[in-house]
């Protein structure tokens, strides 16, 4: 028993982050986003958002609205966009997607390749709980990265510049694949349009609104509130 127990001790690093990486590809992540003006100290009025994943589907839900990737199987990703008080949805095709698109900031919220420019300043735990401090200036412009390695989870990002200060942080986080399944299950029931066809349906009340707000433009390629500005900072990298 004893030289089972320590066999066990020596691979359990591995294998805990290997399971980690399994559990974390069904994903409820609950983030606030403060913006500060560092010139008056003033605070803006944080904003929150829930990250919900599967291995090939994404989606950031904000209060109305919610923004899903789905990445297809010949890693092309196609964007859907639900408006969650009226149950309709847009749907965009990958050719309707201004700029190149990379499924890691979709999938954690940064990317590989940005992680990758970062310096590795510090690191923590093990395991699932594994935690990397990374750092980078452009500019005059710094940003700072806690990073759940194992999870593929923002912990934490601070973009610092003169007169703005942002912050990511991840306040709680679930890994319940029923629960998630069941989420994107609850959207793909809502009544949606291909973004092709709205001008031939634009006698809709609906689609007329979200056309009117700004919702609807060529292209769906970044995160909105409900009053239709961009929800951002870190999401671009």
């Known amino acids: 028993m004893k030289k089972l127990i320590a066999s066990l001790l020596l691979i359990s690093p591995l294998a805990s982050a290997s399971q980690c990486a399994l559990e974390s590809q069904y994903v409820q992540a609950n983030y606030q986003v403060n913006s500060e003006q560092t010139t008056n100290n003033t605070l803006a009025q944080a904003q929150q958002f829930t990250l919900w994943r599967t291995p090939h589907q994404v989606a950031e839900q904000g209060s109305e609205l919610v923004e899903v990737w789905q990445q297809l199987s010949n890693q092309q990703i196609r964007p ?12 965009y095709q990958p050719s309707e997607v201004q700029g190149e698109q990379d499924w890691s900031t979709k999938y954690q919220l940064v990317s590989d390749d940005f992680i990758a420019k970062m310096t590795l300043k510090s690191e923590q735990g093990e395991g699932c709980e594994q935690l990397q401090n990374y750092q980078l200036v452009q500019g005059d412009t710094k940003i700072e990265l806690a990073w759940l390695v194992n999870k593929k989870l923002v912990s934490s990002m601070r973009i610092s510049k003169p007169q703005l200060t942002q912050t990511l942080t991840l306040d709680k986080v679930k890994f319940d694949k029923a629960a998630v399944m069941q989420q994107f299950a609850n959207w793909d029931s809502f009544q949606t349009t291909d973004y092709a066809d709205i001008g031939d349906n634009e006698g809709d ?3 007329a609104k979200m056309i009117n707000l700004g919702f609807i433009e060529h292209g769906a390629s970044g995160f909105y509130d409900a009053s239709g500005k961009a929800l951002g900072g870190g999401h671009s990298h």
């Not at 639900?82 to 847009?90: L, V």
């Open 205 to 207: 009340p609906f689609l």
């Open 80 to 91: 859907i966009r639900y408006f969650q008080a009226h149950q309709r949805g847009i749907e």
